[in-house]
């Protein structure tokens, strides 16, 4: 399987899929150590080879450390490349410090948690949450300079509202220090496409890697309940549990989900770098790897076409239910933040 893989061009060569661990830290469901590590062993050696966290995601970087440090005679640490995030702390804004101070502390840290001399990738987390000056006047010129030292090899930004993520990247291409890396979460899936419009604009700003997280919208397009945290508006929420009705009226015929039509979609998508995909057991690991191996064959996004009737016709109906929500996005930083 790690042959369908590919790696995209550039200094770091990364896998076509990433394993998102933000999962390890039960937000999705119990994540116990044992599972992390099955799953990060079950990524390896299916060559995926970008591991994704954040200290603002409970526990997983620690989880993350331990199963790298457990299967580090199969896979030496130059045969992998760990992102981790630094700025956010927790769910208020009163929990986020882009402090120049504070952005060196937490390197440290994340590389002891880690178990490593080095990150390969670090990104502000969730840029929307802070003013833009902070960003790019204190954040990144500090992350700039752990690069320069050999602490971080790329320097990026994540966030959800597009326009800010932009224009961190066009100021940062004015100003000669364009960023590495731009990751994006929850703008291309099955309900929303808002991602496309904007990778020319961010391959403008010079953004070497572009990473669309999250292709099934935070567990919105699932089969089972949504989380009860989902910041989606109950309009969209209402028509994914048609959709869901839809996929099971359909099950004995179809034999499909519709979290699988969800990564056949937007795993077909192929303007971005890497797809990063939470998964906690290593049966999720190859799952997601499954559905991309299928995404490449169906190319959903450009040609819309299964070769099965059926579900071709469960497809163009999930479609139309959620067309109205292509352009969609929800308020970040919610309200109440």
Same mark, same amino acid.
């Given at each position: 399987?790690?042959? /369908?893989?590919?790696?995209?061009?550039?200094?770091?060569?990364?896998?076509?899929?990433?394993?998102?661990?933000?999962?390890?830290?039960?937000?999705?469901?119990? *994540?116990?150590?044992?599972? *992390?590590?099955?799953? $990060?062993?079950?990524?390896?050696?299916?060559? +995926?080879?970008?591991?994704?966290?954040?200290?603002?995601?409970?526990?997983?970087?620690? %989880?993350?450390?331990?199963?790298?440090?457990? $299967?580090?005679?199969?896979?030496? @640490?130059?045969?992998?490349?760990?992102?981790? =995030?630094?700025?956010?702390?927790?769910?208020?804004?009163?929990?986020?410090?882009?402090?120049?101070?504070?952005?060196?502390?937490? +390197?440290?840290?994340?590389?002891?948690?880690?178990?490593?001399?080095?990150?390969?990738?670090?990104?502000? #987390?969730?840029?929307?949450? +802070?003013?833009?000056?902070?960003?790019?006047?204190?954040?990144?010129? =500090?992350?700039?300079?752990?690069?320069?030292?050999?602490? $971080?090899? %790329?320097?990026?930004?994540?966030?959800?509202?597009?326009?800010?993520?932009?224009?961190?990247? !066009?100021?940062?291409?004015? @100003?000669?220090?364009?960023?590495? $890396?731009?990751? /994006?979460?929850?703008?291309?899936?099955?309900?929303?496409?808002?991602?496309?419009?904007?990778?020319?604009?961010?391959?403008?700003?010079?953004?070497?890697?572009?990473?669309?997280?999250?292709?099934?919208?935070?567990?919105?397009?699932?089969?089972?309940?949504?989380?009860?945290?989902?910041?989606? =508006?109950?309009?969209?929420?209402? *028509?994914?549990?048609?959709?869901?009705?839809?996929?099971?009226?359909?099950?004995?015929?179809?034999?499909? /989900?519709?979290?699988?039509?969800?990564?056949?979609?937007?795993?077909?998508?192929?303007?971005?770098?890497? #797809?990063?995909?939470?998964?906690?057991?290593?049966?999720? +690991?190859? #799952?997601?790897? @499954?559905?991309? *191996?299928?995404? !490449?064959?169906?190319?959903?996004?450009?040609?819309? %076409?299964?070769?099965?009737?059926?579900?071709?016709?469960?497809?163009?109906?999930?479609?139309?239910?959620?067309?109205?929500?292509?352009?969609?996005?929800?308020?970040?930083?919610?309200?109440?933040?």
């Amino acid at each position: 399987m790690a042959n /369908s893989i590919n790696l995209v061009a550039g200094r770091l060569p990364l896998s076509k899929i990433g394993l998102g661990c933000g999962v390890f830290s039960g937000a999705y469901g119990l *994540a116990p150590q044992a599972d *992390a590590t099955k799953a $990060v062993r079950a990524a390896l050696r299916n060559g +995926v080879n970008l591991v994704d966290t954040s200290p603002y995601y409970g526990d997983s970087e620690l %989880k993350l450390g331990s199963a790298l440090l457990e $299967v580090k005679d199969e896979f030496p @640490r130059s045969s992998y490349h760990i992102c981790t =995030k630094v700025g956010r702390y927790g769910y208020h804004i009163s929990d986020f410090d882009y402090s120049a101070k504070r952005i060196s502390e937490s +390197v440290y840290e994340s590389m002891r948690r880690l178990h490593t001399d080095y990150l390969d990738i670090v990104l502000c #987390h969730d840029v929307e949450f +802070v003013d833009i000056a902070q960003i790019v006047d204190v954040t990144l010129p =500090k992350l700039l300079e752990l690069k320069q030292q050999g602490l $971080v090899r %790329k320097v990026g930004i994540s966030g959800y509202p597009l326009e800010v993520l932009l224009r961190i990247c !066009q100021i940062q291409q004015e @100003r000669g220090t364009p960023l590495d $890396v731009c990751l /994006s979460y929850c703008n291309f899936n099955l309900h929303c496409q808002a991602l496309t419009a904007f990778v020319p604009k961010l391959r403008a700003a010079g953004v070497e890697t572009i990473i669309a997280a999250s292709p099934l919208s935070m567990g919105l397009l699932c089969d089972g309940e949504t989380p009860e945290w989902h910041p989606a =508006k109950p309009e969209l929420k209402n *028509a994914v549990k048609q959709c869901i009705d839809l996929v099971q009226s359909c099950n004995e015929e179809s034999k499909i /989900s519709l979290a699988e039509i969800a990564e056949n979609y937007a795993f077909s998508y192929s303007d971005v770098d890497v #797809h990063l995909v939470g998964a906690k057991t290593a049966q999720e +690991v190859e #799952h997601a790897l @499954r559905a991309y *191996a299928r995404a !490449q064959q169906l190319q959903l996004y450009a040609f819309g %076409k299964y070769e099965d009737d059926n579900i071709q016709s469960i497809y163009s109906q999930i479609k139309t239910i959620l067309e109205p929500f292509a352009e969609y996005t929800w308020l970040s930083p919610p309200s109440n933040a």
